[in-house]
């Protein structure tokens, strides 16, 4: 219990740094799994790997789910940009 609000902190340090939202995504994940891990009969640094694990795959997908409605807005963009020039 005395080591929660160390981690929390830690955690809320790192995170609000410019780092990969990918790194980011695991130590928010090793944070929150290690919290939860410890209140789970004391396997907080199960609870962290699985955290890191889980946090990074969830900030890869969101990352590319970005990726991917930059991609569609361009598109909206260029056809907007050529409906409106084709008819000058």
Do not use: W
């Not at 609870?47 to 909206?76: S, Y």
């Amino acid at each position: 219990m005395k080591f929660v609000f160390p981690i929390l902190l830690a955690g809320a340090v790192l995170t609000s740094t410019a780092v990969d939202p990918a790194r980011a995504g695991c130590v928010t994940g090793a944070v929150a799994g290690a919290v939860a891990g410890h209140y789970a009969h004391h396997h907080a640094v199960m609870g962290a790997v699985a955290g890191c694990v889980a946090g990074h795959e969830i900030a890869k997908h969101r990352k590319e789910a970005r990726l991917h409605a930059d991609q569609l807005n361009q598109q909206q963009l260029e056809k907007m940009h050529a409906e409106n020039g084709a008819g000058h």
